[in-house]
């Protein structure tokens, strides 16, 4: 499986970015799907997931401000990032839980400037 993420940038404090991570190869029935992010000098963290139904989960420190969703038919999770603060400022990276494997994509840069 390759998941191939887009739309990391810079972007100012209190604006928006949509990522997105597209997955491909033996991909046969994808479960949940989401994003983890890591800061300098932090460990990677759960940004938010999404089960293949619909249901969502998100960290705290995003709750309200970013928003995931999924294309199932064409195996594609994104998460709008609005209200962005300094503190967002990390490489993102997707995952995809199929069957009990965890793939990773490869991150994405999000700066965010005060």
């Known amino acids: 499986v390759q998941l191939v993420e887009s739309g990391g940038g810079l972007v100012q404090a209190g604006g928006s970015l949509r990522l997105s991570c597209a997955a491909s190869?033996?991909?046969?029935?994808?479960?949940?799907m989401g994003w983890y992010r890591q800061a300098p000098g932090k460990q990677r963290a759960l940004v938010a997931y999404i089960s293949p139904g619909g249901s969502t989960h998100y960290a705290d420190s995003v709750k309200d401000r970013f928003t995931i969703s999924r294309d199932n038919a064409e195996n594609t999770v994104y998460l709008q990032m609005n209200s962005l603060k300094p503190e967002d400022t990390a490489v993102y990276y997707c995952y995809v839980l199929i069957l009990t494997t965890v793939s990773w994509g490869r991150g994405t840069q999000v700066t965010v400037s005060s």
């Open positions: 190869g033996s991909i046969f029935s994808i479960n949940v």
